[in-house]
């Protein structure tokens, strides 16, 4: 299904045992985590609110509880950084004249790029500017930041699975790239990581070589998720969503899958303007949902102890209650892929004019309580997009702790804004 996804190449003993490994040096101890994981589900087990996230299980092995025992979804992993409320800056903004993704090393480029956990250290929050001779050289100048934000999970630490990037000068001085993942499942965390690091590398060559630009970027989607199958990454039960946005001259072109959102900030007469850019990859969509009855897949809501329906619609094997994706798009994602889930990106393009002022590109930790209008009457009040990016996670931050009685899914947030000539 969708670009050709396969599972990964290690298998049995080895695999179990590179995992191990990969856990530990994002999580430290295990055991302690491990414990505190199986009370905090013990205890949510008892109630039958549901959070809407991707994935309805982090265990282990990736498999998803009976409906009759299931409780509430959980969005991350146990074990690995603290959930503090410290920023953390997961992008890669590249303002220097003689830097583009083709020539960038990333950490763990060397053996390969098989070093998953390469990347995941703190950074500080930055923004930058191209040199002033480049900014005249380009028919429309931007000014982005990047934030991301460990979620919150009572009882233990929480991964943060969210990751971004953002490349002011993208191939040649008129070109631009930015990208949000949202990860889900056990290893959600690194395979966000492994797209923020390999897709604008591979996008290089699709769009030098590709004269249509959606194609081009579908063939990077598609490419990025056939190299997670074959990453050391276990991707059965484990995948991101993406949603990039290239700008080239002032054509914006915007390729996503899963239910990361992008929004255009418009200023008009009557005030600000939200113009979508995306739309959600649900599984109940009709077009979504044959493509995966198609497969033989299931699109079903779990059920509590009670019988009540809870939580999302999600994609079910056919007699198996697994693996309960969320959404109809993704990449990784092995046997969600076996029952119609996609990694072929939708696309939408803008001819941007004089009144777009900004774009927002954010994970669902931003959209499950701000709308698209509140995104953007949120950045439009700051003239630096470091300020309004700071300000819109602080947001939906304050928003989680108070809709969820202190649960707060990671959140991430890139804003762009365009400074016509």
């Known amino acids: 299904m969708g670009c050709g996804s396969s599972a990964p190449v290690e298998a049995g003993e080895d695999q179990q045992h590179q995992q191990h490994q990969q856990q530990q040096a994002v999580a430290g101890p295990k055991g302690a985590a491990d414990r505190a994981a199986t009370d905090a589900e013990t205890q949510k087990s008892k109630t039958t609110r549901a959070r809407r996230l991707s994935y309805i299980s982090n265990d282990a092995n990736g498999a998803a509880p009976a409906p009759a025992a299931a409780g509430p979804a959980a969005s991350g992993a146990p074990g690995g950084r603290s959930g503090n409320t410290r920023a953390r800056r997961l992008s890669y903004v590249t303002n220097d004249p003689n830097s583009t993704p083709g020539n960038l090393k990333f950490p763990g480029e060397g053996d390969g ?14 923004q930058g500017m191209l040199a002033p001779e480049e900014q005249e050289r380009r028919t429309l100048r931007v000014n982005v930041a990047c934030m991301s934000r460990a979620g919150r999970e009572p009882g233990f630490k929480k991964t943060n699975q969210d990751n971004c990037f953002a490349f002011e000068k993208y191939i040649t001085e008129d070109q ?3 990208g949000a993942m949202d990860g889900h499942g056990p290893h959600g965390h690194l ?8 897709l604008p590398i591979i996008l290089v060559n699709h769009l030098t070589l590709e004269k249509d630009v959606k194609k081009a970027l579908s063939q990077g989607f598609c490419e990025v998720d056939r190299s997670l199958g074959n990453s050391r990454i276990d991707c059965e039960f484990s995948g991101s969503t993406a949603v990039v946005s290239y700008l080239k ?9 899963g239910d990361s959102r992008g929004v255009l900030g418009r200023e008009s007469k009557k005030g600000w303007e939200a113009i979508d850019l995306t739309n959600d990859h649900k599984p109940t969509t009709p077009e979504e949902k044959a493509r995966i009855l198609k497969a033989n897949g299931r699109v ?3 059920v509590d102890e009670m019988g009540q329906p809870m939580g999302p619609y999600r994609v079910w094997l056919q007699y198996a209650w697994i693996p309960g994706l969320a959404m ?3 990449l990784g994602d ?5 029952v119609g889930v996609t990694s072929e990106p939708d696309h939408s393009v803008m001819e941007l004019t004089p009144q777009d002022k900004f774009i927002v590109l954010a994970s669902d930790g931003v959209w499950e309580f701000i709308s698209s209008k509140e995104a953007v009457d949120i950045v439009a009040q700051f003239d630096s997009a470091e300020e309004a990016c700071r300000q819109l996670v602080d947001e939906a931050y304050q928003r989680w702790l108070t809709e969820e ?16 000539p």
């Open 405 to 420: 009685e202190g649960v707060v899914d990671d959140i991430t947030a890139v804003v762009v804004r365009f400074i016509h």
């Open 191 to 198: 395979v966000s990581g492994y797209v923020k690091q390999h």
């Open 113 to 126: 790029g098989d070093d998953p956990e390469a990347e995941l250290g703190d950074e500080p929050a930055v």
């Open 328 to 330: 109809s798009r993704a």
């Open 334 to 338: 092995v046997l969600a892929h076996q």
């Open 176 to 178: 631009s790239l930015f």
């Open 249 to 257: 001259g002032k054509t914006l072109t915007t390729a996503w899958v």
């Open 300 to 302: 079903e809501r779990l």
